[in-house]
């Protein structure tokens, strides 16, 4: 059964069992998906549609961020409403141990020595990180602080 496949049974279930919220956060996924996959021209896989699912959180994220600047605390919780039924449909998230480990192993890598050599740090972490749904704003957050930066 693909990804597809089981964000439309869960569709059927949240419609009978009047879940609004979740409901409409699958809608808001199964619409992502039919875009990306209209966009690359071919049936989705899970990797593909994870990464879709990633880019989902990461403008919720954002938005909450947003909100609450503009101190709308209640869109704010909606949107961390959402993050978390999101989240559900991710593997785990990469442990702080686990960044920390994929940035030491980076930096040794890539001979990083300084604030001018993130970029270079970012993508072999986020590379050895690969599959474990890291959060590229708190890797960034810690190469910079290993870099000096």
């Known amino acids: 059964m693909t990804f597809q496949d089981q964000v439309d049974r869960e569709i059927i279930a949240a419609m009978k069992a009047r879940e609004e919220l979740k409901l409409s956060v699958l809608r808001m996924i199964k619409t992502a998906l039919k875009n990306k996959q209209i966009e ?8 593909e549609a994870q990464a879709v699912l990633r880019t989902l959180v990461k403008q919720r ?8 600047k503009g101190g709308r605390e209640d869109l704010a919780s909606k ?3 959402e993050i978390k039924i999101l989240e559900a449909y991710l593997p785990a998230a990469a442990s702080e141990a686990e960044i920390e480990a994929a940035i ?7 001979g990083a020595s300084g604030p001018k050599d993130l970029g270079k740090v970012m993508k072999a972490a986020m590379a050895k990180l690969a599959g474990k749904n890291p959060d590229g704003k708190r890797v960034s ?7 000096g930066a």
């Not at 690359?40 to 990797?47: E, I, S, T």
């Open 40 to 47: 690359v021209g071919h049936a989705l896989d899970d990797a």
């Open 61 to 68: 994220r954002d938005s909450v961020e947003q909100f609450r």
């Open 79 to 81: 949107e961390e409403s």
């Open 104 to 110: 030491a192993a980076a930096l040794v890598e890539t």
């Open 141 to 147: 957050e810690l190469a910079r602080a290993k870099l």
